[in-house]
């Protein structure tokens, strides 16, 4: 108990927060890092996965050789990558380390969504005559709108965790917190820092599910749907309205 007690004096104290070792510099470090290695991770996997599951070929095979990946320690590959050429060029085996982790999740979730779109719908559109990149515009990325996000948020928060391992060969971020506190032996050290990558994680989670509230195509088409459902005088029929006729 004494080291939480500890912990929150550690992070209170105002010292810890200033200048270029401080909470406040790796913390900015820590969300930069998340950010672009996020970004990465969803240009490559996003269009990918939207495009086999628009098809519905390839799609399995994909998705298999990405969870295979998650086998692969994140580690072993952060300590391979810097020890080959690469680890000359400051943060990017870090970057590469993190993108191939976030790739498996977000691979996933969007192909998923993809085939499990509603088939009468997707069949109703193209029986309307949509082109193929109308159909994968206006009606199956709307549908598969909300398992992209969870695949986009499980990313996220692993590339928060994960990014702590920057640290081991020399990078920024949170990590350093952690590493400088087993360096010195201090315990309050290093349960701050965790409690740090661990409020970041709980606030990107945060962010990106009201993000998805606010975005989600078909959330916004219910609420008009209500709305105009409302508008409607009971006792009518929308669809059918019969000619009147005359004598």
Not at 157 to 168: D, G, K, R, S, W
Request: aromatic share 6%; proline share 5%; glycine share 10%.
């Amino acid at each position: 108990m004494s080291f939480f007690l500890d912990a929150w004096t550690w992070l209170t104290t105002g010292s810890n927060w200033a200048g270029s070792e401080g909470a406040t510099h790796r913390l900015a470090e820590h969300l930069y890092l998340t950010v672009v290695c996020l970004g990465f991770a969803c240009l490559i996997a996003l269009p990918v996965a939207l495009w086999l599951g628009h098809v519905g070929r390839g799609g399995a095979l994909a998705v298999n050789i990405s969870n295979a990946g998650r086998a692969v320690p994140t580690f072993a590959v952060l300590v391979l990558l810097t020890l080959s050429p690469l680890g000359k060029h400051g943060e990017w085996p870090t970057v590469i380390a993190l993108v191939l982790f976030a790739l498996p999740p977000l691979l996933t979730n969007a192909y998923v969504g993809m085939r499990e779109a509603d088939r009468d719908v997707v069949e109703a559109a193209r029986g309307m005559g949509m082109s193929g990149w109308q159909l994968l515009g206006r009606v199956e990325i709307p549908l598969a709108f909300p398992l992209i996000m969870t695949g986009v948020r499980s990313a996220a928060v692993q590339v928060v965790a994960t990014a702590t391992l920057a640290a081991l060969p020399g990078g920024g971020g949170l990590g350093r917190i952690i590493t400088a506190g087993f360096g010195t032996y201090d315990t309050p050290q290093v349960v701050a820092g965790a409690a740090l990558v661990a409020a970041l994680a709980l606030l990107v989670e945060g962010v990106l599910v009201t993000a998805e509230k606010l975005l989600d195509p078909m959330r916004r088409r219910r609420r008009s749907d209500k709305s105009h459902s409302r508008s409607t005088p009971k006792g009518i029929d929308e669809k059918v309205i019969p000619a009147q006729t005359t004598a």
